[in-house]
């Protein structure tokens, strides 16, 4: 039998771990719990297609993809004490194999040797010396991945969180035994049962520092919605009793930029599209549109899982403060439908994406700066009496950029050379010619963010209105934008056409 090799399969139907124990007859795969594969002959039938060999048999195993950060947390105590040093020695042993410190190995072995005997301390040492060269040498992939249960607390394989610390690593795949029950803590007393110097005590806590600080503290998104707008500042400071609130800032949208953000903003929960249009109409009544966006700051976060699936970790704590605060305030809103009060990341994986809906680190008024020079006009941007009115610019509403027709090919071009060369790579854009007019669209996680379009010419307007208004524009930095009746205009009939 030839040694087991495991590859990170990413194929039209299998997106997981793979385990390939080749033999002379038949192959053996385990793979990642996918709901597709209903049926086992289905399953090695698709498996055998993609990886072009005979596949004998199939074992379902439950791979997911967590933060590191997440892992590490749940380790972490009320007391702010973490319960696994071990993790911690592990990693100053990594870094005595690659030349860091010249006592990792030692702090090692003494506390293997205080777990089993001094022979199989050795062994152990023998394979976690094979497995970081491996990882780190030949990049070759983990015999098995750290090994967690519901609560997201170590079952088996600690190691592998040392590794990925140690690689600075944002991810790092685990299998998922709901039910198994936790590996014993090793805290400081386990250290001192191993012999431990102070001087040796000291250098375990002082990397351990360095890790929290490394990993950095758990931030979570939270929203308030329109419904509860009168009582935003109340709500702020009775969630920063429960969490330090790092910032918030209140977004006002209209009706159709409110819709898509709502929509951006649960598409990472997967959330039915039914039920997410089903919110947006509850809410329809509520005026202003205006939503606070919160960055919470949790010390201590206590993670599980989100369903059987076990597709989602969630963050306990944020639940139980999001269902105090419905059941306070849900009797002074009229008309009160479920959940149109306020919402979370669950998780920080969610919260980095909620991050970067709310602040698309796309910087929308330097695009409009490569092209100006009097060569557009902007038209959507209402009231607009300084640069900040247009830096900002609320997320995904609409605009129209209005050039004249000489100008268009040149403006385009000049949009295209931006988004190619300045855009953050988690977005993606379309860009589509339609005559005189050209249509671009930014995406985050395949949610439209920013919509706006060139236009050159316009229907019911002829081009010497376009050339008027051009004259008549009000200059503010480098942007051009049309006066108060040809601004009147221009909505009435470019922005009517997409409601």
């Known amino acids: 039998m030839l040694k087991e090799k495991k590859y990170f399969g990413h194929f039209e139907y299998l997106k997981g771990l793979l385990t390939i124990d080749r033999t002379i007859d038949s192959t053996n795969i385990s793979l990642c719990k996918l709901p597709l594969f209903k049926q086992e002959e289905r399953k090695t039938k698709i498996v055998s297609h993609f990886l072009g060999i005979h596949v004998h048999s199939i074992k379902l195993r439950n791979f997911i993809k967590l933060p590191v950060k997440e892992v590490f947390f749940q380790h972490i105590n009320p007391?702010?004490?973490?319960?696994?040093?071990?993790?911690?020695?592990?990693?100053?042993?990594?870094?005595?194999?690659?030349?860091?410190?010249?006592?990792?190995?030692?702090?090692?072995?003494?506390?293997?040797?205080?777990?089993?005997?001094?022979?199989?301390?050795?062994?152990?040492?023998?394979?976690?010396?094979?497995?970081?060269?491996?990882?780190?040498?030949?990049?070759?992939?983990?015999d098995e991945p750290l090994v967690i249960n519901e609560n997201l607390k170590i079952v088996d394989n600690a190691q592998q969180l040392a590794l990925s610390i140690f690689c600075k690593e944002k991810d790092m795949i685990v299998e998922v035994k709901k039910k198994m029950e936790a590996q014993n803590t090793c805290d400081r007393l386990s250290l001192i049962a191993s012999d431990f110097s102070i001087q040796e005590l000291k250098a375990v806590e002082?990397?351990?520092?360095?890790?929290?600080?490394?990993?950095?503290?758990?931030?979570?998104?939270?929203?308030?919605?329109?419904?509860?707008?009168?009582?935003?500042?109340?709500?702020?400071?009775?969630?920063?009793?429960?969490?330090?609130?790092?910032?918030?800032?209140?977004?006002?949208?209209?009706?159709?930029?409110?819709?898509?953000?709502?929509?951006?903003?649960?598409?990472?929960?997967?959330?039915?599209?039914?039920?997410?249009?089903?919110?947006?109409?509850?809410?329809?009544?509520?005026?202003?549109?205006?939503?606070?966006?919160?960055?919470?700051?949790?010390?201590?976060p206590v993670f599980c899982f989100?369903?059987?699936?076990?597709?989602?970790?969630?963050?306990?704590?944020?639940?139980?403060?999001?269902?105090?605060?419905?059941?306070?305030?849900?009797?002074?809103?009229?008309?009160?439908?479920?959940?149109?009060?306020?919402?979370?990341?669950?998780?920080?994986?969610?919260s980095e994406y909620m991050n970067d809906v709310i602040y698309s680190n796309f910087d929308f008024y330097n695009l409009l700066k490569t092209i100006s020079q009097k060569e557009v006009l902007i038209s959507g941007i209402k009231q607009v009496q300084d640069l900040e009115d247009i830096k900002a610019f609320p997320f995904g509403k609409d605009i129209a950029i209005i050039c004249k027709k000489k100008n268009l090919e040149n403006v385009i071009s000049k949009i295209k050379d931006y988004l190619a060369n300045h855009l953050n790579k988690k977005y993606t854009y379309k860009i589509i010619n339609k005559n005189e007019q050209c249509d671009i669209s930014l995406f985050a996680k395949d949610n439209l963010l920013y919509e706006f379009s060139v236009y050159s010419a316009i229907p019911e307007l002829d081009e010497k209105f376009i050339c008027n208004s051009f004259s008549k524009s009000t200059q503010i930095g480098n942007i051009f934008v049309p006066n108060l009746a040809d601004e009147d205009t221009y909505r009435k009939i470019i922005f009517s056409e997409t409601k």
Not at 314 to 330: D, E, P, T
């Open 79 to 142: 007391d702010d004490t973490f319960s696994r040093l071990d993790i911690i020695v592990s990693l100053l042993a990594i870094e005595n194999e690659k030349g860091l410190n010249d006592f990792g190995w030692n702090l090692y072995t003494k506390l293997q040797t205080n777990l089993c005997s001094k022979e199989q301390a050795e062994i152990k040492k023998t394979k976690f010396k094979e497995f970081i060269s491996l990882y780190l040498d030949n990049h070759s992939l983990p």
């Open 206 to 300: 002082d990397r351990l520092l360095r890790v929290k600080n490394e990993v950095d503290i758990c931030q979570l998104d939270a929203f308030l919605w329109p419904p509860v707008l009168s009582f935003f500042d109340e709500i702020t400071n009775k969630i920063s009793l429960l969490y330090n609130v790092k910032n918030f800032v209140d977004i006002p949208f209209d009706e159709r930029a409110f819709a898509r953000f709502i929509k951006a903003i649960y598409h990472f929960d997967e959330v039915a599209e039914w039920k997410i249009d089903k919110k947006i109409g509850y809410m329809k009544p509520f005026f202003p549109k205006k939503v606070r966006c919160l960055t919470l700051e949790a010390p201590h």
């Open 306 to 350: 989100k369903n059987k699936k076990n597709r989602f970790s969630f963050l306990r704590n944020i639940v139980k403060m999001k269902n105090a605060i419905r059941k306070v305030y849900q009797s002074k809103i009229e008309n009160y439908h479920f959940d149109i009060i306020t919402h979370s990341a669950d998780n920080t994986t969610q």
